[in-house]
């Protein structure tokens, strides 16, 4: 051991409260953890599925071929998004501190909240470079299949007008690729931090990860139909008082999901405006930021 | 490190917490969104008969935000049902697609081409069903189509597929000529209507009785447009109803009628009395 | 050694509720010890004894049900006092996917090191627990042993006043477990004030200043190890090359003095740990000269 090792007469430098270095160090380890778990072959999963769903052709027109294509792209990064963020979630946190790798951290200067933003940061990072090279992957997809239907339908010169011809590029090209569509990733990546949100703040009560898991799933479940039942039940006058109750408090204690579903309307063709994309962020930060605070009334003083 | 919370207190804590926060984000979260469906980038829930319709496990995907993915299966699943003739089921899978994702053109104008053309189609040539059965189920599957297009046409107005398509059934199937030249002034206009619904609607109006005069005013106001429009279809529907309306030989028409490339080679698109289907 | 205190446990006492009704286990009773800083200082006692509990209150894993603890001064807990402790669990699992030296790396960044200082400091831990050719390989690959150096290495990263350490040679084997305790002692040659926790008591013998000796979650008995061991009114004699006769000289010169007595007579015996890592070495010096 070299000099600056010893001898240990002075007390140490004083570190800072809250540091932004201890949370990306906690969240690029995560990342790490989660690549060196092979998580990214799923990728590989989805560019087959991709290439299946283009060459199965069933679809009565171009049109909706393209539009088949883009609806299993992006309900497939959808549905990814939000499993890896409830299972990836509910398995690290339990598991450093079933392996004890928590004492360790929780010993040197690192607050808790920090570990816990930490943790949530590595795995919305590895979301977001999943969703990002599935959008990459799609894209490319649907441009390719895109550029093969138009070039079928000018193959068709000898029987066609022009003008029908156009008019037939035209119904492709809006079936096709847009660059909106990249809003439709943002917004399943929105879903996905919401609910690591709410699989953290359930994983520091839960025992398990198995129970973390499917209470997660089952809040998800519910935070997407709590608008239709709603609109079925809240309405309806029959109702006991009892009913009304547990209506009002579901609405009330679980996330709203069914918000983060503007995904399916962008893939459909519906545009978004930059001021839904902001409320949608506020939101989601929101979230997030209550959520962790939450969280930490019983991961504070929590005890191992 | 301060004395811990029992976890009776914090799961008390947790929920005034949770409470405050849904209370105050729920004004929040009603009107985006509000503006979310307003702008058509989220659905209006299911309708409770799809509701009802659904399998289990359809179910849950749809309420779990995977309402895209389970109806692009059940339009996999509905693909099946017309490669087996089972024209029921197909109706049904189509009544749950179509109210999981009522905003999808394709999926109307699909099952409206399913029942009106295929289904009507395989009535005609169903040797097994006896004769009168194939005449009652033909007539139920035309108006099904009819029913489904309608329907369409209501959360869709904007659609030109879904006219184009109810149009082929009214045209080929049921052969009301007044009713297709309806259907194909409706879609004069709309975004991504093809160029020959204009001539179309004018054709149909022709063989629609009581309503030549119309037909003939129309279709004179097209002719007018210009070379561009001087088909021999026009030309030659012109000339019958001038025919048929006696109009004084100064006022008919005298033109040489222009060559598309659809009428060289395409023969077989012709309807009766020379209406060629582009 | 300083007078100041490294450690400071004051009627410390925790209890655990068990079951739903009102029923409680005293894992610590009014327990009370100081860790003066640059000792190194053993609390040995059989499993179950709240050894754990009590070093996890001190580094602010637990709060205590009553009475306080302080490390250097700040309340357990505290984001300094964690900064002044290097802590090393009993049976430590780190992450298995880094190497030795992305886990040191890891660590150090959390304490706030970063650049050439982290890199060099990754060097000399890595050199002082002898894993410089293993510091590539993922810690899955790691033996038992070179897990609990890579997780002493740790402990040292930010260079912490206090080294803490539980069960530090629990499942390692003799050669290991030497290794382990050479390291220890050297931290106390550096100055390092290391609390340790071990049930096995002839390791704490080898290396502690002072220990305590918990059961039942009170402290027994407590102090300088050679006082606790010292059996007051006998002594011993190791003699090389004694004759025959002059034992006999020996054994009348006791007989004649009527006070004293000869309680025990033979030759001294090595430990089996120490013959076996006498015989585990000569094996490797032959190895080597073959």
């Not at chain 1, 990064?77 to 398995?91: G, H, N, R, S, Y």
């Not at chain 1, 470079?129 to 390719?144: E, G, K, P």
């Amino acid at each position: 051991m070299n000099e600056s090792a010893s001898p240990l007469q002075s007390p140490a430098r004083r570190v800072a409260a809250f540091s932004l270095s201890r949370i990306s160090t906690i969240a690029m380890s995560t990342v790490t953890q989660l690549v060196r778990m092979k998580t990214f072959y799923f990728l590989l999963a989805f560019a087959l599925l991709l290439f299946a769903v283009g060459n199965f052709n069933f679809a009565s027109s171009p049109a909706q071929a393209l539009s088949t294509l883009k609806k299993v792209s992006f309900g497939a990064m959808d549905l990814f998004a939000w499993l890896f963020a409830i299972v990836a979630t509910a398995l690290l946190i339990p598991r450093d501190i079933e392996d004890r790798t928590l004492y360790t951290i929780l010993s040197k200067p690192v607050r808790r909240i920090e570990y816990l933003l930490g943790k949530l940061g590595g795995v919305l990072i590895v979301i977001a470079i999943s969703l990002a090279v599935m959008f990459v992957i799609c894209s490319f997809m649907i441009i390719w299949q895109q550029l093969g239907y138009i070039a079928a339908e000018y193959d068709t010169r000898d029987i066609r007008t022009e003008q029908e011809i156009l008019a037939s590029v035209t119904l492709i090209e809006n079936a096709g690729f847009r660059g909106e569509l990249i809003y439709a990733a943002y917004a399943s990546f929105l879903k996905s931090a919401v609910v690591a949100s709410v699989t953290i703040l359930l994983s520091t009560f839960a025992s398990s990860s198995l129970f973390t898991i499917i209470i997660s799933i089952l809040v998800f479940l519910v935070g997407h139909a709590h608008t239709m039942a709603t609109n079925f039940w809240l309405q309806e006058t029959d109702n006991s008082l009892v009913v009304q109750m547990v209506l009002k408090v579901v609405k009330i204690l679980i996330p709203n999901f069914q918000l983060f579903s503007f995904s399916e309307g962008i893939v459909q063709g519906a545009s978004v405006a930059s001021g839904v994309l902001l409320q949608m962020s506020g939101i989601t930060a929101a979230y997030l930021f209550v959520f962790l605070l939450i969280s930490l009334i019983s991961f504070g003083d929590k005890e191992f | 490190m301060k004395r811990p919370l029992s976890q009776v207190t914090k799961i008390v804590l947790v929920a005034l917490a949770l409470s405050a926060f849904g209370l105050l984000r729920a004004p929040w979260e009603d009107a985006i969104r509000d503006d979310l469906v307003e702008n058509q980038l989220l659905l209006p829930p299911p309708a409770e008969s799809a509701i009802e319709q659904m399998s289990q496990s359809a179910l849950m995907g749809t309420l779990g935000g995977l309402r895209t993915l389970v109806s692009t299966f059940l339009v996999l699943e509905g693909f099946d049902h017309f490669s087996l003739k089972d024209w029921e089921e197909l109706r049904n899978t189509y009544q749950i697609v179509t109210s999981l994702e009522p905003r999808d053109e394709n999926h109307w104008r699909d099952i409206v081409w399913h029942l009106g053309i295929n289904a009507t189609a395989n009535m005609e040539l169903d040797k097994s069903l006896p004769e009168f059965e194939r005449k009652r189920r033909f007539q139920q599957y035309a108006l099904e189509a009819i029913d489904f297009a309608e329907r369409g046409i209501q959360q869709v107005p904007e659609s030109a597929i879904i006219r184009q398509q109810l149009a082929e059934v009214y045209r080929e199937k049921l052969k009301d000529n007044c009713k297709t030249a309806e259907v194909y002034g409706d879609l004069i206009g709309l975004p991504g209507a093809p160029e020959y619904v204009r001539r179309f609607h004018g054709y149909f109006l022709a063989r629609c009785p009581g309503r030549e005069q119309e037909a003939y005013d129309y279709l004179m106001a097209l002719f007018r447009e210009g070379p561009s429009q001087h088909l021999p279809t026009l030309i030659k529907e012109i000339q019958k109803l001038e025919e048929l309306l006696e109009i004084p030989s100064p006022e008919r028409i005298r033109a040489v009628p222009r060559q598309s490339p659809a009428q060289r080679r395409a023969s077989k698109n012709t309807l009766p009395g020379g209406i060629v289907i582009p | 050694m300083s007078e100041e205190l490294a450690v400071e446990v004051k009627n410390l006492t925790k209890v655990f509720p068990t079951g739903l009704r009102k029923e409680y286990v005293v894992a610590v009773d009014n327990l009370s010890f100081e860790v003066k800083a640059g000792e190194v200082y053993g609390l040995i006692g059989p499993n179950g004894s709240g050894k754990s509990t009590t070093m996890k209150v001190v580094l602010g894993l637990m709060a205590p049900s009553k009475g306080t603890s302080t490390v250097f001064g700040y309340e357990s807990g505290d984001i300094q006092a964690r900064n002044e402790i290097g802590f090393l669990p009993e049976n430590p699992y780190f992450y298995k996917h880094l190497s030795g030296a992305e886990t040191l790396k890891f660590y150090g960044k959390l304490c706030g090191l970063r650049g050439s200082e982290l890199k060099d400091r990754i060097a000399d831990l890595l050199q002082l627990v002898d894993l410089e050719d293993a510091a590539k390989r993922r810690l899955g690959g790691y033996s038992k042993g070179m897990l609990q150096r890579i997780g002493l290495a740790q402990t040292l990263i930010q260079n912490p006043r206090l080294v803490i350490l539980d069960e530090p040679t629990a499942g390692v084997d003799p050669v290991g477990s030497r290794q382990i305790r050479d390291l220890i002692l050297r931290l106390k040659e550096d100055g390092y004030t290391v609390f340790l926790c071990s049930h096995l008591l002839e390791q704490v013998q080898e290396v502690c200043d002072r220990v305590g000796i918990i059961f039942k979650g009170r402290m027994r008995r407590e102090g300088p190890l050679e006082e606790l061991i010292r059996i007051e009114d006998q002594t011993e004699l190791t003699l090389k090359g004694a004759s025959p006769e002059l034992l006999e000289q020996v054994r009348n010169l006791i007989e004649s003095d009527g006070s004293a007595e000869l309680v025990e007579e033979g030759h001294p015996r090595t430990t089996l740990e120490r013959l076996f890592i006498r015989i585990a070495g000569q094996k490797e010096n032959q190895k080597e000269s073959a």
